[in-house]
């Protein structure tokens, strides 16, 4: 069984900072990355890691965040920081794509955890 459990998140105030966490069973090494999605809205990429290392960051949130993992606690995380209203959605970690790493078709998925920044 693949699981992934997810922590973090929950209310911070406008350039405050939350890292999430996604402990992930097993131990092979793969394509992970995180999602969000806003109320009304479709889920959106955030950011990826692929079994490289090699790091992707959508646009809007790239030199605001940092998407690691530590293989030996089999857990991914993303570090935001400056954060913004906008950022306000469930987050959801996410390994093993269907397709290509942008794009929200993965075949396992966190349980989401809600980030809500406050003006």
């Known amino acids: 069984q693949v699981q992934l459990v997810q922590s973090g998140g929950g209310l911070v105030q406008a350039g405050g900072s939350v890292r999430l966490s996604c402990a992930v069973s097993?131990?092979?090494?793969?394509?992970m990355a995180w999602f969000r999605q806003a109320p009304g809205k479709e889920r959106e990429f955030v950011a990826a890691?692929?079994?490289?290392?090699?790091?992707y960051y959508a646009g809007s949130i790239k030199g605001r965040c940092t998407i690691s993992r530590d293989n030996a606690k089999n857990t991914m995380y993303l570090q935001m920081n400056n954060l913004k209203p906008e950022d306000t959605a469930v987050y959801y970690c996410?390994?093993?794509?269907?397709?290509?790493?942008?794009?929200?078709?993965?075949?396992?998925w966190g349980q989401g955890t809600q980030v809500t920044v406050s003006s």
């Open positions: 996410a390994r093993n794509p269907s397709g290509p790493y942008y794009d929200p078709q993965y075949n396992y």
């Open positions: 097993g131990r092979t090494i793969s394509t």
């Open positions: 890691i692929l079994s490289t290392d090699i790091t």
